[in-house]
């Protein structure tokens, strides 16, 4: 099973971007998809994520101008800032492994 991330790149601040995440190979009983980044000196953290159970969650950075789309796990990124500059990774979870692409970079300045 591999993850590819993609859509990442330079954008000027309040620019857009969205980021895809492709699996190949098969996963088994998927519970969750989604998102984190992890910004040079910093710890990875959680951009977006969405359950099986319905449930949908953002890092408080990012609530109201990220949304991720249920189904393809896309992350559509609004209003970009430059703190948004991070390496984005895609993750796919299931109840005995989780998965992570290779990352993608975004970096947003002027």
């Known amino acids: 099973v591999q993850l590819q991330a993609s859509g990442g790149g330079s954008v000027q601040p309040g620019g857009s971007l969205t980021l895809s995440c492709a699996v190949s190979?098969?996963?088994?009983?998927?519970?969750?998809r989604g998102w984190y980044r992890q910004a040079s000196g910093r710890e990875r953290e959680l951009v977006a994520i969405?359950?099986?159970s319905g449930a949908t969650d953002y890092g408080d950075s990012v609530k109201g101008r990220f949304t991720i789309f249920r189904g393809n796990a896309d992350l559509q990124m609004n209003n970009l800032k430059p703190e948004d500059t991070a390496v984005y990774y895609c993750t796919v979870r299931n109840g005995w492994n989780s998965y992570w692409g290779q990352g993608t970079q975004v970096t947003v300045s002027s």
């Open positions: 190979g098969r996963i088994l009983s998927i519970n969750s």
């Open positions: 969405y359950t099986n």
